[in-house]
């Protein structure tokens, strides 16, 4: 079985060394590269066409949608590993992430591990992010694009990602995978690492991106129609004149958060102080961000400024 090795890039002069080393040094090296550069102002460009063994293909404004639908269209292979090149790829990542494919699986699911090199990172790595595979159920993971292989057949059942989209259509396209009857099997030794965004502006320009591509996919309205009630109560009860009201909140608050502190203490154990407080103001950073993102998406699909396919 042969595969093609695919990924998108923009600016991403700061690591495409390391993710390139890290395909490499894969115990299984795939049989083509194939990088779709959407543009890139920084050194990008010619660290890729410096790099040997790789294609690389250039569409200046291609978002991350097209980029891979290129990169797939120019691919010699049925079975298509993607790539994140902010990532790093332990070694045997390649080869354990076509294994389920090997062994006639329509979608192998990879696993996504932080690197976690400050406190930020740890925090940041801990929000709604399951700590361990274990904390996985394969029938319903949904994995990231960051670690994902397929059948070629399988991503054009699906009418390939949706170009539409500017991000969150890795999401969109396991939806579809989810809906008709697909092989999908779990991979955990398939492991990338990705890299936590490491300033607050970052941070919110990512969780309002992602939030605002859910409204116009409509994908989880549910989950966000429930964040914004649940902030709406919130107010509520810190506007009471009663004591009962604000002790449930805050008991709800304590709750929320306690998963994604007891995450970060786990990945930055000696800064424990430092991450039960952070923690939680990330928490609700990122859900302004999220409430903020999807209002936005909201009113592209209503304004019918985005057509979802």
Known sequence: MKISLIATVLNAEEHIGAFLASIAAQTRTPDEIVIVDGGSTDGTVAALRAADGLTLL????????????????????????????DCVYGPGWLEALVAPIEDGAD???????????????????????????DEVDPATFMPSARSVAFRRDAL??????????????????????????????????????????????????????????????GMYPERHALRFAVYAGLLTALASRRTWPKLLAAG???????????????????????VTLLVPA???????????GYARGLADRLGGRVQPS
């Open 156 to 217: 054009e059942a699906v009418g390939g990602y949706p170009e539409w989209l500017a991000i969150g259509e890795d999401m969109w396209v396991n939806h579809r995978w989810r809906e008709r009857p697909f092989d999908l099997r779990f991979a955990p030794e398939a492991i990338a690492g990705w890299r936590p965004r490491a300033s607050l502006g970052s941070i919110w320009t990512q969780y309002a991106k992602y939030a605002r591509g859910d409204a116009q996919a």
């Open 282 to 292: 990330l928490l609700l950073f990122t859900d302004m961000a999220k409430m903020y």
């Open 107 to 133: 979608v192998s699911m990879g696993w996504t591990e932080p690197i976690v090199d400050s406190v930020l990172a740890a925090c940041v790595s801990s929000l709604g992010l399951p700590l361990s595979p």
């Open 252 to 274: 709800g608050a304590v709750s929320y958060a306690r998963t994604p502190v007891v995450r970060a203490r786990t990945r930055a154990p000696r800064r424990r102080a430092a």
């Open 58 to 85: 250039e569409e200046r404004g291609a978002n991350i949608s097209r980029g891979r639908n290129l990169a797939i269209a120019h691919a010699a292979h049925d079975v298509v590993a993607v790539a994140d090149a």
